[in-house]
């Protein structure tokens, strides 16, 4: 077995992100995440990479475009209202089909709101972040583990894809320490044709931009965007399911809204109901699949989030309401206890027993 080791979320987050390849990060401060900026500015000049501390989110986020437009890989973090200054350059990567992992470990808002953890930027996340038609790839780890993880899988499918691989996480999960290993296998980097690398006068310049001027164009260029964002759908969709199988009620859960509803999911099993969980991995491209094959045979959804209800919009699409759902919440930092979800499901319950 491979040696663990006790880090920080947000630490296992940069440390597998330079066993991944990355040797470019730009960051700026902001409580909960600054932890993957101070481990970077220690680790990158010891192993020949670049960390800098950019004089603002907007600044950071236009470095990425300029490292990913050179084939590199390259990352930067931050939480809720940093992110917010970083979606214009979001959009400007989408635009130029430039990949990149972006870490939102999230805390409270809307505003400045609290330091407190949050899943309040699903909406956020999902829908682009920035103008314009687009998705990002987004990843929900709900341990240390898949935080290191999810990295890895966030810069492979960023390269494959040619867009932004955003790793969602929140305050808790990034402060949390737990063991960690990093026995992973890591593919080799593919080649990337496109970047501007320099002709050394044996091929075309490569122009990488986001501006078209043409309308023609940039309606088909959208539409073959799209085209591979049908494709990720169908192969990339990931979601964690458990005891779903005969489960009359399912919970609908991610990052550490699941670990919360897991323990509630088990305590009502032992009491004789039939409730099982589902925890998407990838809240884009959303596990549709997932929810839809236990709408088939489940009576009740109860979605537990650290949000006013968010994610509860993606569960009703993909069940086409065929079921219902509810919501089971904590805002403003607050977190679900796991009383608080067992006493959801024992509601939820009773109601499909009159």
Request: with cysteine; proline share 5%; hydrophobic share 40%.
């Amino acid at each position: 077995m491979a040696d663990k080791v006790l880090m920080k979320g947000n630490e296992a987050i940069a440390e597998a992100a330079i066993q991944a390849g990355c040797r470019h990060y730009f960051g700026y401060p902001i409580t909960p995440q600054t932890e993957i900026a101070a481990y970077m500015a220690k680790r990158m000049p010891k192993i020949g990479g670049t960390f800098l501390q950019a004089e603002s989110e907007i600044a950071a986020i236009n470095m990425v475009y300029g490292v990913s437009a050179a084939g590199k890989r390259v990352m930067t973090s931050s939480s809720s209202p940093g992110i917010s200054l970083k979606s214009e350059g979001l959009s400007y990567l989408a635009g130029a089909d430039l990949p990149a992992l972006v870490v939102n470990c999230q805390r409270g808002g809307p505003g400045l709101g609290g330091i407190q953890p949050s899943q309040s930027d699903y909406f956020q996340a999902t829908r682009g972040g920035g103008h314009g038609d687009y998705h990002m790839i987004v990843l929900a780890p709900s341990s240390v583990q898949e935080m290191a993880q999810l990295t890895i899988k966030g810069f492979e499918l960023a390269d494959e894809y040619r867009m932004t691989s955003m790793i969602l996480a929140d305050g808790t999960i990034g402060q949390m320490m737990e063991p960690v290993s990093f026995d992973f296998e890591i593919k080799e980097q593919i080649e990337k044709p496109w970047a501007t690398t320099g002709t050394k006068m044996a091929r075309k310049h490569n122009i990488v931009n986001s501006l078209y001027l043409n309308p023609e164009q940039l309606e088909q260029t959208n539409i073959e965007r799209y085209k591979r964002y049908d494709i990720i759908k169908e192969k990339e969709a990931i979601a964690e399911e458990y005891l779903v199988d005969d489960a009359d009620i399912i919970v609908a859960a991610f990052g550490i809204a699941a670990r919360v509803s897991k323990n509630a999911v088990n305590e009502a099993r032992a009491n004789g109901i039939k409730v099982g969980l589902i925890r998407p991995i990838t809240l884009w491209p959303f596990p549709e699949k997932a929810f839809q094959k236990a709408a088939t045979h489940a009576k009740k959804i109860i979605c537990v989030e650290l949000s006013m209800g968010q994610m509860i919009e993606d569960v009703k699409l993909s069940t086409e309401c065929k079921v219902p759902v509810s919501l089971c919440y904590r805002v403003g930092g607050m977190i679900p206890t796991p009383d608080q979800v067992y006493q959801a499901i024992v509601e939820a319950a009773e109601k499909g027993e009159k």
